[in-house]
């Protein structure tokens, strides 16, 4: 029999905390029997709140009462470190101690990265534990690993990663033989810095991934690759300028068309095709990006989330375990392990 | 007097080579009485295009038979040293003898970099020679640099990056006073990888820069800063993604608006303040990047160059010459070698 998926919900993380982390929580838990929420944060509040949903079905909801919050601008191992009673903090020792399967938080990227591999702890053969967010792209998504977690990291850590996200993509994302693409300057094997230069020829090696050589910044947006490879510097650098520039140039051409009668008229005609096109670039449908790697799991969603990515997060969590995405990176690392030593 | 200044053109490289470059510089001609160019390239071939111009000052026109051409895929430093008959080779040793000013191309990045720090060679007590691309904003331009000529820099190039760059960008481009920013992964001084780390004190000790922090990618679309620094790699990135991020969303939003009849008339009665919002991104305004620090100046226009980047990238070049930067990166160069050493 299933046994079902225990997940604890950051009730405090995000710009829309609580009342949108409850309402993806309530959705979640209407969809799927088999799911327990516990929602980390101060207890009589979120208690509340969620009572507010009286079909709610409390027999699967608990709480992990937590006082102290960690704000996104604080230096990151400081604060798991001295706030012991935060949402991130309990929650996080939770799935250490195993009374939890899952970790999801719109909350501080810094402290959810730091206290997962702290806290958590990673997985038997992995070294480093990389975040994957997943990028909406003219051709599918693209699931870029690593934004964040392990800066200046070495080509060993790269091909883990190429394994871990092929591993993901495939099993989670449900694409079939996923491509491998490495982040670099130019498509010419001769570009690039150490780092890829190191790790062009050791991912070439690799039999169990779909490798497609380096892939420019410029072709990630048209969905070059099914998974693209990178240190989480440059992946950081990626991420952040795709969203930037998506953000900076739809503000212009809400501007524009917004500029005068005629401009309005338009883009009222207009509208309905342009969100029509628009839809497959929400990132909402597909949750947060999984920190991979750890002994449970830890998923870091957007920090202006709402119910949806909420309850896709939650939703994705699901599916992690359904297709025992640990064990098969175990298999994997045991494997890399066994044969080289690394 | 003004002695005029000398720019050999290289009528093979780019897109649209040679007759969008020999258009440029012949509007270029027209409008700069002191201008003299030199076109390197097949001689024949050329010269025949450019005295399809019948008005054009031939007393102002000479020409560099080059009779090879170095491809946009070709390893770099092999097309250099083996390609001694090509237009890039011959343009930048007109440069390095002191038979011309500065050299532009819309050709091969690679070749360009290797073959203008090695060929030209760099100015006294400049250890690296940047790309510093322009990247247009929401809030005016940004200077991106590097882009692309050191991979793996170390923190006190990226300290004379932020020299050269405040220079180029005050003198050349008119900024008063410009604001400078070091490219990182977040605006806390504890975010970033060991490079940014180690930078980041030594920008905040040089009193001749406008240094505001670090600056997230996420802002470079809004025009945080006037002058962004970092490495090469990461720049190219950055670039890269902002150019293919920009690229994929008009090609959706071209899509979206030709999709029906209903949104066609729609998009017919938007484009006009569409059009005029856009302008201020139309990159061919400013020309080319210059690669900075060299003996003399090397200008690498876009690939797809049409005749106003050409015409532009001249234009920037004569403005370089009239605000001698050389003399001034010269003199920021030495004083920073006798109060260091570096």
Redesign the interface.
């Given at each position: 029999m299933d046994k079902g998926v225990k997940i604890v919900l950051d009730a405090c993380g995000g710009d829309n905390a609580p009342d949108e982390i409850i309402k993806g929580a309530y959705e979640a838990l209407k969809k799927k029997e088999n799911l327990h929420i516990i929602f980390a944060g101060p207890e009589d509040e979120i208690k509340q709140k969620v009572e507010n949903y009286t079909d709610i079905p409390t027999d699967r909801v608990s709480y992990c009462n937590a006082t102290e919050v960690i704000e996104m601008?604080e230096?990151p191992v400081k604060a798991i470190r001295s706030k012991k009673d935060s949402s991130i903090v309990k929650g996080l020792t939770l799935v250490k101690n195993g009374e939890a399967d899952a970790f999801v938080s719109a909350g501080s990227t810094?402290a959810i990265l730091v206290g997962g591999q702290l806290i958590v702890g990673k997985q038997r053969g992995v070294k480093r534990a990389p975040l994957a967010p997943i990028m909406p792209?003219?051709n599918g998504v693209t699931l870029l690993i690593d934004c964040?977690a392990n800066?200046?990291a070495r080509p060993e850590h790269l091909v883990s990663f190429a394994k871990m996200g092929s591993i993901y993509m495939e099993n989670v994302l449900k694409k079939k033989n996923p491509t491998v693409g490495l982040?670099s300057?130019?498509t010419?094997e001769?570009?690039?810095?150490?780092l890829?230069k190191e790790t062009l020829p050791l991912l070439k090696e690799c039999e169990d991934i779909n490798f497609i050589g380096p892939v420019?910044?410029?072709?990630?947006?048209?969905g070059v690759a099914d998974v693209v490879v990178t240190e989480?510097?440059?992946g950081?650098?990626?991420?952040?300028?795709?969203?930037?520039?998506?953000?900076?140039?739809m503000?212009?051409?809400k501007?524009?068309?917004t500029?005068?009668l005629?401009?309005k008229?338009?883009?009222?005609?207009?509208?309905?095709?342009?969100k029509?096109?628009?839809k497959a670039?929400d990132a909402s449908r597909y949750g947060g990006a999984p920190l991979l790697g750890l002994k449970g799991l830890v998923v870091k969603a957007h920090g202006s989330s709402t119910a949806v990515e909420i309850n896709n997060a939650i939703l994705q969590c699901m599916v992690f375990f359904k297709e025992d995405i640990n064990g098969k990176i175990a298999a994997e690392m045991n494997t890399e392990e066994n044969s080289n030593g690394i």
């Open positions: 601008a230096p810094g792209t003219m964040g800066v200046d982040l300057i130019g010419e001769e570009k690039g810095n150490a890829v420019e910044a410029r072709d990630l947006p048209f989480a510097f440059a950081n650098i990626a991420l952040k300028m795709y969203e930037g520039t998506a953000k900076m140039l503000k212009v051409l501007e524009s068309l500029a005068n005629r401009s008229l338009g883009a009222a005609m207009a509208l309905p095709s342009l029509e096109h628009m670039f």
